[in-house]
């Protein structure tokens, strides 16, 4: 199958003048899930935040072509509308805007984007309840500030609720499992899993393996030092599970 | 020439024309005040508590003054009706500085309430209004005492002992020449003991082919165990200046609720003085600046805890964009027998530009050891990674900063008591942050067709 989502390649960005991606090459096809995994400071969340564009980070190197259209030129708004989903590591907390403000105004420019007309308010609301059952979100929740007091497991749900309002084409899910207990992480795992077509891809960027008993990659991939060093199927994860990263840092530091 | 010595020269050689025209309460004042400006000068920027703002620029430029009480030909009554949706108010006019009823003012008035022309009440009732008139104001300041020199209209509103009013009163302020001006604006509140009301003033500029200054002093009694919320909100235009002063005394179990807001205009400057003379009283000061282009906001306050079982609150919020600037100066002040007082400041200042300036002074002053206080500012920029994370998902990033400029001033909104106040200032911050710039026939108090009754 020829059909390419996502094609990363000779990647390298950094910030303030510190390279952290050193060439990072990735392939993505539709109804695929990768997972991303590696020790601390290899730079998982970087190729997350580059992708999603955010401006804090430079790119000095590489292409990535989305589904046909240059990646790196767009502005994080219009890579959202072209079907590009980050769920955060850290949701950020938005004091004053509620998720309906919030959640209406995403898919609204969204929209617009695409030359439709706005959803209507009754629309909308019926949308907002049907994407809430996904991941078992709480109406008290979706009528609060963006993520304003919620707690660690909410957040990531929250998260998950609003990929599932945008029906991304790639969603990259940052961690999604660091915080959670064992019942959020299942949640929150069933409702990705729930939300996966054979149109849609998902990469998965965690530390530990145990997301993926909850959400089976087909292909797993070791990011160590800014560079994917190792790529296996879902084997490898449980490889790592069992040695730890340094087999492979001392395979790597030696050549 | 001084800007101060202008309107003296003036003064002087329209006495008897400006005291022909004017009572006796006003004309005794209005001539004490003259004494006092001897050998003065209007505050320059850089003096004490006006760091930002000069009070000698502000008054500098050759405004006409109307001596002569010249009728301006503009109908206001007809072509101007402001009213607040959902909720009925007893409203009034104040074009330029000439006091102007609402055709449907005294039907709507509870009994013994009094809302008029000030030149009208000292003459019809000056013992009541002789009582209070100038009794708070600091006259010791130059200018205050260049208001109460040349003032010759206002408006007098007296709520009289154990009356609450229902209805809230609304003051449209309109700017209408065909010559720059400046309005000699007068205000004097008096909520007597038991009494409550609400007021809403809102400032306008029709024609702002000319340049405009408002010389605004209100006084305000608020009686034991009264209410009074005011509500003051300008949406004039670049042209046009302000410089109010606000004397406020509170009584015994008192309430007061000030709330300003700056949505629009050319050169702010706000001076509030609130006195809690007696025991247990309330003051919640809040204010909303939003600024951009080269205008200039400046807000001044001075609380004063002069009794036990105080407590004041104030909070003050700014949104400076491009090259506008914004200074706020507050003062706690606690007496030494004001003990068991609580009273808190808080400013908080986002810039949404590089070039827009804030200057900020929060003080405390305390004299005794028995009180909870707390002061505290913080000037900032929009939080990247808020803005980050809304574009993320498809919120462009002019939208994703007006949502985060307005979510800031929703803790000062929330603060308005006034229902429907409240859901029509949301809806103006949210379209001023838009870049719509309110007009008049979309203030505060949205102004309709008029009203036939």
Redesign the interface.
């Known amino acids: 199958m020829d059909n390419i989502l996502l094609e990363v390649k000779n990647l390298r960005a950094g910030i303030e003048g510190k390279e952290i991606l050193k060439g990072v090459n990735l392939t993505v096809r539709p109804g695929e899930v990768h997972a991303i995994m590696g020790p601390n400071g290899a730079g998982k969340s970087t190729l997350s935040s580059v992708l ?5 980070f430079t790119v000095s190197e590489g292409e990535v072509n989305f589904h046909g259209v240059d990646l790196l030129e767009l ?3 219009n ?3 072209e079907g590009l ?2 769920s ?1 590591q850290y ?7 509620s998720m309906v ?2 959640m209406r ?3 609204n ?2 929209r617009k ?1 695409f030359n439709q007309e706005p959803l209507s308010a009754s629309d909308f609301l019926k949308l907002m309840r049907q994407k809430r059952e996904v991941v078992e979100l709480d109406n008290k929740l979706a009528s609060r ?1 963006v993520n304003e007091g919620f707690s660690g497991g909410e957040k990531k749900r929250n998260e998950i609720f ?1 990929m599932a309002m ?1 029906e991304p084409r790639l969603s990259i899910l940052d961690e999604t499992d660091s915080g959670l207990d064992i019942d959020a992480l299942r949640i929150v795992a069933g409702g990705v899993n729930k939300l996966k077509t054979s149109e849609n891809a998902t990469i998965v960027i965690t530390h530990y393996q145990r997301l993926l008993d909850y959400i089976k990659p087909d292909f797993v991939h070791v990011l160590y030092k800014g560079r994917i060093v190792k790529t296996g199927g879902p084997e490898l994860a449980l490889v790592l599970e069992e040695r730890g990263y340094d087999w492979i840092k001392q395979e790597i530091d030696n050549q | 020439m001084s800007a101060l010595s202008q309107y003296i020269e003036l003064y002087d050689s329209h006495l008897e024309v400006i005291e022909g025209k004017s009572s006796e309460v006003l004309n005794s004042h209005r001539r004490e005040a003259r004494k006092l400006l001897e050998g003065k000068s209007l505050p320059h920027k850089g003096e004490e508590g006006y760091e930002k703002t000069s009070i000698e620029e502000m008054f500098a430029p050759d405004f006409g003054v109307n001596i002569n009480r010249v009728n301006i030909p503009v109908d206001v009554s007809l072509s101007f009706k402001c009213d607040v949706p959902n909720m009925s108010t007893i409203m009034a006019f104040v074009v330029n500085d000439t006091f102007a009823p609402s055709s449907t003012l005294h039907n709507k008035m509870p009994q013994g309430v009094i809302v008029d022309s000030l030149a009208r009440a000292s003459q019809e009732h000056p013992e009541l209004v002789g009582g209070f008139y100038n009794g708070l104001a600091q006259n010791e300041k130059p200018g205050v005492a260049l208001n109460t020199m040349l003032v010759q209209d206002g408006v007098f509103i007296y709520v009289p002992r154990g009356v609450v009013m229902e209805r809230p009163i609304q003051l449209v302020n309109i700017f209408n020449s065909v010559a720059p001006m400046m309005g000699v604006r007068r205000l004097l509140v008096v909520v007597e003991d038991g009494a409550s009301a609400q007021l809403l003033i809102c400032d306008h500029t029709q024609n702002s082919e000319y340049r405009y200054l408002s010389s605004q002093v209100v006084e305000a009694y608020v009686g034991k165990n009264a209410s009074l919320d005011i509500y003051d909100i300008e949406e004039s235009s670049a042209t046009t200046a302000r410089y109010s002063q606000l004397f406020a005394r509170q009584q015994r179990d008192s309430q007061l609720l000030v709330n300003g807001v700056t949505l629009s205009g050319g050169n702010t400057r706000n001076d509030y003085h609130i006195d809690l003379v007696e025991d247990n009283s309330k003051t919640t000061l809040a204010g909303m600046a939003i600024a951009s282009g080269s205008q200039h906001i400046d807000n001044n306050t001075y609380i004063k805890h002069a009794s036990t079982h105080g407590m004041s609150n104030q909070l003050f919020k700014y949104v400076l964009d491009d090259e506008s600037t914004g200074a706020f100066d507050g003062v706690i002040y606690v007496a030494p027998d004001a003990r068991f007082t609580e009273a808190y400041q808080s400013n908080r200042n986002l810039l949404a530009s590089k070039q827009a300036r804030m200057h900020t002074k929060p003080q405390l002053e305390i004299y005794n050891d028995d009180v909870k206080c707390s002061h505290g500012a913080t000037t900032g920029q929009l ?4 803005l ?10 002019k ?1 994703a900063r007006t ?2 400029m ?6 000062v909104i929330d603060m308005v008591k006034m229902e429907g106040l409240r859901d029509r200032l949301r809806h103006l911050v949210e379209k001023r942050f838009y870049g719509q710039q309110a007009s008049c026939s979309e203030c505060a108090a949205a102004c309709h067709e008029p009203q036939k009754d």
């Open positions: 999603a564009g955010d401006p804090s502005a994080p708004e890579r959202s509308h989903f980050l955060f949701p950020v907390e938005i004091p004053g805007v403000n919030f105004a995403a898919i420019a969204k984007y500030s609003q945008l | 939080d990247a990674d808020a980050f994370y809304m574009r993320s998902r498809g919120i462009p990033e939208d949502m985060l307005q979510a800031f001033m929703v803790d």
